[in-house]
Nanobody, 127 residues
């Protein structure tokens, strides 16, 4: 069982940066794939990024690749999402997720692949 708590959201101008954190409780954190989804008002939930047990094994949505970076610290049971070159269209509630494994293909981008979800943190990018 994992509990996920996000922090680090806020208001930032276009082109700015934020670092989101997700602290997990539970002894099995290091064996889980962890990642981030986001949901903007009136839109469907969208995959952002995911990391396997090692930060060297990651996947990103095309819309954030090259701007966002996911990393994890298994000793601290924490996963991070560095958001750079932010755009107004990045405005959303960002939620941390965890799954028993890192799925391949398009499966890792499906919300149904993740059985643990945090409450979310708001990121607002002003133009």
């Amino acid at each position: 069982q994992l509990q996920l708590v996000e922090s680090g959201g806020g208001l930032v101008q276009t082109g700015g940066s934020l670092r989101l954190s997700c602290a997990a409780s539970g002894r099995t954190f290091s064996s889980h794939a962890v990642g981030w989804f986001r949901q903007a008002p009136g839109k469907e939930r969208e995959f952002v990024a995911v990391s396997g047990w090692s930060s060297s094994n990651t996947y990103y949505a095309a819309s954030v690749k090259g701007r966002f970076s996911i990393s994890r610290d298994n000793s601290e049971s924490t996963v991070y999402l560095q958001l750079n070159s932010l755009r107004p269209e990045d405005t959303a509630v960002y939620s941390c997720v965890a799954a028993p494994k890192l799925y391949s293909g398009s499966v890792y981008a499906s919300p149904r692949s993740y059985n643990y979800w945090g409450q979310g943190t708001q990121v607002t990018v002003s133009s």
